[in-house]
């Protein structure tokens, strides 16, 4: 299958600082991109979809001023949690989506600790 | 809006012996798709295997196959011969089509034991 990479792997923070985290599909281009969140022993949680040049689309509940998406190109979207604070802390996995949707592709998670 | 319930928070199967996981789903769309993926403990998701709302057969990759039995809206997954590194959580998934492709909502998940 494809390759989706994310960068860090794994972040520790102060709290009020800003963490970005990027997502990149390595040998295809992603038409959607999405991001998901997961604490412990939990489901995964869809926050966003992004498509590459337009504003993404929050779940509801999800703050688009504090988990702010850009998907610049069609292999690379970043998220980037502003002001993190401890509830934050969390892991942040991200998938692609080529043109037929029963193809998707995740990227090994980043795990954000927030002192 | 899409629902999946995965009713079993664990399940234990001993070695080479087969194992049913159980998933159901609830959802207005006529077309979906219906996902399992493996999540280890190092936490990346690996897709497993894909069922269409409209595909006639059940869908089959290697040692797992999808027992899709659309009128009761359940979609188990079936793993053959188990293996000791098949002790993973497991996630069932629906994704509608339309235009939101690919986005997924999963369901609780089931931690699968394999003993020796």
């Known amino acids: 299958g494809a390759v989706v990479s994310q960068h860090p792997s794994w972040v520790i923070c102060k709290s009020g600082t800003s963490v970005k985290i990027e997502c990149r599909s390595l040998?295809?281009?992603?038409?959607?991109m999405f991001w998901y969140r997961q604490f412990p022993k939990q489901s995964l949680m869809l926050m966003a979809t992004s498509n590459e040049g337009s504003k993404a689309t929050y779940e509801q509940g999800v703050e688009k001023d504090k988990f702010l998406i850009n998907h610049a190109s069609l292999t690379l979207s970043t998220l980037t949690v502003t002001s993190a604070h401890p509830e934050d802390s969390s892991f942040y996995i991200c998938s692609a989506s080529g043109d037929s949707y029963n193809e998707q592709f995740f990227g090994p998670g980043t795990r954000l600790t927030v002192l | 809006a899409q629902k999946i319930t995965q009713t079993q928070p664990g399940m234990f199967v001993q070695e080479k012996e087969a194992v049913t996981l159980d998933c159901t789903y609830d959802t207005s769309d006529p077309s979906y798709g219906l996902f399992w993926y493996k999540q280890p403990s190092s936490g990346e998701m690996i897709f497993l295997i894909y069922q269409g709302s409209y595909d006639q057969q059940n869908a089959t990759e290697g040692r797992y196959s999808l027992n899709f039995q659309k009128a009761r809206k359940s979609a188990n997954l079936v793993i053959s011969a188990s293996q000791l590194g098949d002790s993973a959580m497991y996630f069932c998934a629906i994704g509608a089509g339309g235009t939101s492709y690919g986005k997924l909502t999963f369901g609780q998940g089931t931690i699968l034991t394999v003993h020796p």
């Open positions: 040998d295809f281009q992603a038409t959607t």
